[in-house]
């Protein structure tokens, strides 16, 4: 081919990729569901295996006829963490018709929450984003729709408080956690539970991002800690593992936040990593009914979206998790207004009106209002038994009042000068 | 072809010494000032917030980079935390109760500040070490904004840009954020074009040839060099408070990470050092392609049928990407610039071959 052809030829398809938006876009009886996701650069692997447990739920949704007659469309691309590509995918959904962005990445969630609330796009902010979201009666078109940081660390200290009698009066609790504005999150909660239930907190911060924490383990050891939270993603988790484990602490009273996966304990080894807890959403593993209908109906005919050993992992769960409150907020848009017309008002008022939705055991009874956006801050406590995540607690909610406490104050902060 | 030249004749010098002495130059130089003016009434909403939007304010960043790394030779890789600087400045300044012209003018000064110090090393190191110097300024202002909530903006690390006006006209919504960024972007591209007309571009042109020889005959390398760095951080500066006002409207610490600082540079390479031109097609190029690339390769991948892995589908584009520059670079290694440069010469001789110089 000669050179010239080769380069015409490369631009034409260049712009042609500009076309097909309008055109689905002019195609009936569909919801488009934007998800442009780190699969790149930070999040990698569990973008990779939220994203599958996602598109294979909404596959099953389809499979069944959809919602209403309306199939849901997934539009997956790839904004590498980076927040211009961000933005161009975000104008790209909405151009597009897309009433629900996902974006799965704490950087970008916060950077687009001026345009959710001004566009009234309903922006999901999973495990990510502002924690102070929670509150929707500032933030009326974000919706982390699940426990955020402050809500992990304070169910993670009330389990801690069960399983030492009911009383963490002088006790020691070391925090280790990145040196990042995500990392020093859940501090403000801590420090104020320290108070109330009369612990020492200690913190250590690590430089991110994290591959190196050997200076600070030992640290950790020597003041001998009666519980032992790390706070941290991507690679400083399995970092802070690997030198947990080898400074001798007890695994089964070291803990971390949602971000804890098999994936992560092939990196760390199953076998000496058993016992470590771990923050649980949802159930993990391949028994719920939704996971067992996803592999029936949607990988056993060759149709899932990603490699079968995936399915029923921590963050696949997620996935379905996340992808079932969205459907189920379509399907609760629809009893409220079946005509539509569909738009992310209309959708939010389906999302804000979920409620006592447990996705066929997958998920606690989770209840979504104008005002709670975080769905009841329910989660449980699991523990690794060298194979899998094997829970310790039913789903329960502790210390909401703190949580509330400090969301309100820092959602009033972004009321007062974010307009 | 299109650069006629028969028939020209320069009687006065000032005509001769104008930035395009060709009238077809000139005409597209208009052309694409009056395009950029009227882009918000051409271009739907995606193309103006999502493309062209980033594309000048990164343009306007990559230009004020050029001018150090170009123009006087001197290697940046902080440039991304002197945007920084400037952009909570700019932002901390107007929820103050400041106006927005001042604020962006404090941004302005305060990167020059910070530039000029770090920028003094300058004067006692030069290339890879220079490079390590401007790494440190780097991570210490990282550091310092992440460390200090009252700068990052509490537990949530976030600030959110109240509404402005600039010059009594409210900064709110697409058009007029459209046009103060291109109005700086204007002012810089101008200031870019004249300086190397004027001594002080002549004097950093000498020193970045030769630090010593310009000191020999007789430029004051110490004067110049810290001019540089501090007009420089400046341009930083007053970017950052665009960057943050007109397109994120809500800023973090990671926005200004050492990934900007690679980015620009990459821009500066991949242009053209020291080409105004080059900076506009660098940035367009570092910006975009990731992109293109991947809609290209989703779109294929939908066209053809193809089942290709959600992994190689998100990192196919990230190996094409870095083949783009290394191919650009092997083609021509002294960037974009000099591409456009090489067909201009080729249609300037037109239908000859070759040019006599």
Redesign the interface.
């Given at each position: 081919m000669e050179r010239r052809t080769f380069l015409t030829g490369t631009a034409a398809?260049?712009l042609?990729?500009?076309m097909?938006i309008r055109i689905a876009a002019a195609q009936d009886k569909v919801i488009k569901f934007a998800m442009p996701q780190d699969?790149?650069k930070v999040y990698t692997f569990v973008t990779?295996e939220y994203?599958?447990g996602q598109r294979d739920y909404i596959s099953l949704v389809n499979a069944r006829g959809g919602i209403n007659g309306y199939q849901i469309v997934a539009d997956?691309?790839?904004h590498?963490n980076?927040?211009?590509?961000a933005?161009?995918a975000y104008?790209?959904a909405?151009?597009g018709g897309a009433v629900l962005i996902d974006p799965l990445s704490t950087?970008v969630a916060?950077?687009l929450?001026?345009?959710a609330l001004e566009d009234k796009i309903n922006l999901i902010t999973a495990f990510s984003g502002?924690?102070?979201a929670a509150d929707g009666s500032v933030f009326p078109y974000v919706l982390p729709l699940s426990p955020n940081y402050w809500t992990q660390a304070a169910l993670l200290i009330d389990h801690f408080k069960q399983k030492d009698g009911g009383s963490l009066q002088g006790k020691k609790i070391c925090f280790v956690h990145i040196?990042?504005?995500f990392g020093?999150?859940p501090?403000?909660i801590l420090e104020k539970l320290a108070e109330k239930e009369g612990y020492e907190l200690v913190a250590f911060p690590y430089t991110p991002p994290g591959n190196d924490q050997s200076a600070i383990w030992p640290q950790v050891r020597r003041a001998r800690p009666d519980w032992t939270m790390f706070w941290g993603a991507g690679v400083g988790q399995t970092v802070a593992l690997t030198e947990a484990i080898r400074n001798g602490l007890p695994m089964d009273r070291v803990s971390s936040s949602v971000w804890l996966s098999e994936s992560d304990m092939d990196v760390v080894g199953a076998a000496a990593a058993t016992g470590v807890l771990k923050v649980e959403p949802c159930v993990s593993g391949r028994e719920p009914k939704l996971i067992q209908d996803i592999l029936k109906e949607v990988v056993g005919p060759g149709k899932g979206?990603?490699?079968e050993n995936k399915v029923g992992t921590a963050y696949y769960n997620y996935g379905v998790m996340l992808a079932a409150i969205m459907v189920e907020g379509v399907r609760k848009a629809f009893e409220k207004a079946p005509d539509g017309p569909i738009t992310g008002e209309w959708l939010n008022a389906g999302l804000t009106s979920i409620s006592n939705f447990e996705a066929e055991g997958l998920i606690p009874p989770t209840t979504v209002t104008p005002e709670d956006h975080q769905g009841g801050g329910k989660a449980r406590i699991a523990h690794w038994d060298g194979s899998k995540f094997a829970p310790d607690s039913d789903f329960f909610t502790a210390n909401q009042d703190v949580v509330w406490e400090?969301i309100k104050k820092?959602s009033a902060?972004?009321k007062e000068?974010?307009? | 072809m299109f650069f006629r030249r028969a028939g020209i004749r320069h009687t006065r010098y000032q005509s001769e010494r104008q930035i395009w002495p060709l009238p077809f130059d000139r005409r597209l130089a208009i052309l694409l000032f009056l395009f950029a003016l009227a882009a918000p009434f051409l271009l739907?909403?995606?193309h103006l917030?999502?493309?062209l939007l980033?594309w000048i304010i990164?343009s306007t960043a990559a230009l004020g980079l050029n001018f150090l790394m170009g123009g006087a030779g001197q290697i940046h890789l902080g440039y991304g935390a002197l945007i920084g600087i400037g952009a909570y400045t700019t932002v901390h300044m107007t929820?103050a109760g400041m106006p927005f012209e001042i604020a962006l003018i404090g941004g302005g000064l305060l990167s020059a500040a910070v530039g000029i110090v770090f920028g003094a090393t300058a004067l006692r190191v030069k290339g890879i070490y220079l490079a390590m110097a401007t790494l440190a300024m780097q991570y210490i202002v990282d550091f310092v904004i992440?460390q200090f909530p009252a700068i990052?903006g509490?537990?949530?690390?976030?600030l959110?840009?109240?509404?402005v006006r600039f010059l009594g006209i409210p900064v709110v919504g697409d058009l007029p954020s459209y046009y103060v960024a291109l109005a700086v972007c204007v002012i810089v591209t101008l200031f870019m074009l004249n300086v190397k007309r004027s001594s002080f571009g002549r004097a950093l042109a000498a020193v970045r040839e030769k630090d010593y020889a310009a000191a020999v005959i007789g430029v004051n390398t110490f004067r110049f060099k810290l001019t540089a760095f501090w007009v420089s951080s400046f341009i930083a500066g007053v970017v950052g408070g665009v960057l943050a006002v007109c397109?994120?409207?809500?800023i973090?610490?990671?926005?200004f990470h050492l990934?900007l600082s690679i980015q620009l540079v990459a821009m500066v390479i991949v242009g053209g050092l020291g080409s105004v031109l080059g900076s506009f097609f660098g940035a367009a190029l570092i910006?975009f392609a990731?992109?293109?690339i991947?809609?290209?390769i989703?779109?294929?991948a939908?066209a053809l049928g193809l089942a290709i892995?959600?992994?190689l589908r998100?990192?196919l584009?990230?190996m094409l990407y870095g083949a783009l520059i290394i191919g650009f670079l092997l083609w021509e290694p002294l960037g974009l610039a000099k591409i456009y440069a090489n067909i201009r010469n080729y249609f300037l001789v037109w239908p000859f071959r070759h040019a006599r110089h």
């Open positions: 398809a260049a042609m990729s500009q097909p699969f790149t990779a994203n599958q997956v691309s790839d590498g980076d927040q211009p590509r933005i161009e104008e790209r909405k151009a950087p916060r950077a929450v001026p345009r502002r924690s102070d040196d990042t504005p020093k999150e501090l403000p979206a990603g490699p400090e820092s902060v972004f000068t974010g307009k | 739907d909403r995606l917030v999502g493309y980033p990164w929820r992440v990052s509490g537990t949530q690390a976030a959110t840009v109240p509404r397109y994120y409207r809500t973090s610490p990671d926005q990934e910006m990731p992109i293109v991947n809609q290209l989703g779109s294929l939908v892995s959600a992994d998100a990192h584009p990230l």
